[in-house]
T-cell receptor
């Protein structure tokens, strides 16, 4: 039972480069989320999805894009990376209200 | 909008001490409340939850009670262990808007042997 799988675990990008953070869940959850975690700042929601083909912006969506073509996958795309995007990124999934989230192990991204 | 405020850390305790981490929230509706724990280098794990007023969530010796009158959800444990050293996040989730969760800033706990 893998839960939520994120790849890669670590990545260094140069300013202006692009990359995709992968997220896959095997629990058949409809709801999926991307958060970023900055030191001492808690978690901020970037994008979320309530089902395949449906996505919406969270609190800090600028500089990111997402897609949800299947229930299992929810990739996060960074275009034109900037130093302000240096962070730890977490993907999570849920079956709905009151159940809580299952988190992936995170991707530590550094933009230099 | 909705928000979660938890006590600043770090909190440093000796093994077998009593733990309290305070958490208060602001919400327009009737949210579900959660505590998550994050060990070094890992993602967050759900520790316990409560979905309505006066519910008590419990797990691994940790407890928290949903207090609507004081809008609080304080985390407690009677006797901490070194292995409890981690960052603890209080969080709330409303029943609308994709069940998005709002997290507090986190409280780091150090337990000394």
């Amino acid at each position: 039972n893998a839960g939520v799988t994120q790849t890669p675990k670590f990545r260094i990008l140069k300013i202006g480069q692009s990359m995709t953070l992968q997220c896959t869940q095997d629990m058949n959850h409809n709801y999926m989320y991307w958060y970023r975690q900055d030191p001492g700042m808690g978690l901020k929601l970037i994008y979320y999805s309530v089902g395949a083909g449906i996505t919406d912006k969270g609190e800090v969506p600028n500089g990111y894009n997402v897609s949800r073509s299947t229930t299992e996958d929810f990739p996060l795309r960074l275009e034109l990376a900037a130093p302000s995007q240096t962070s730890v990124y977490f993907c999570a999934s849920s079956s709905g209200s009151g159940y809580g989230y299952t988190f992936g192990s995170g991707t530590r991204l550094t933009v230099v | 909008g909705d928000s979660v405020t938890q006590m600043e850390g770090p909190v440093t305790l000796s093994e077998e001490a009593f733990l309290t981490i305070n958490c208060t929230y602001t919400a327009t509706g009737y949210p579900s409340l959660f505590w998550y724990v994050q060990y070094p280098g890992e993602g967050l794990q759900l520790l316990l939850k409560a979905t309505k007023a006066d519910d008590k969530g419990s797990n691994k010796g940790f407890e928290a009670t949903y207090r609507k009158e004081t809008t609080s959800f304080h985390l407690e444990k009677g006797s901490v262990q070194v292995s409890d050293s981690a960052v603890y996040f209080c969080a709330l989730s409303e029943g609308t808007g994709g069940f998005k969760t709002i997290f507090g800033a986190g409280t780091r706990l150090f337990v000394k042997a």
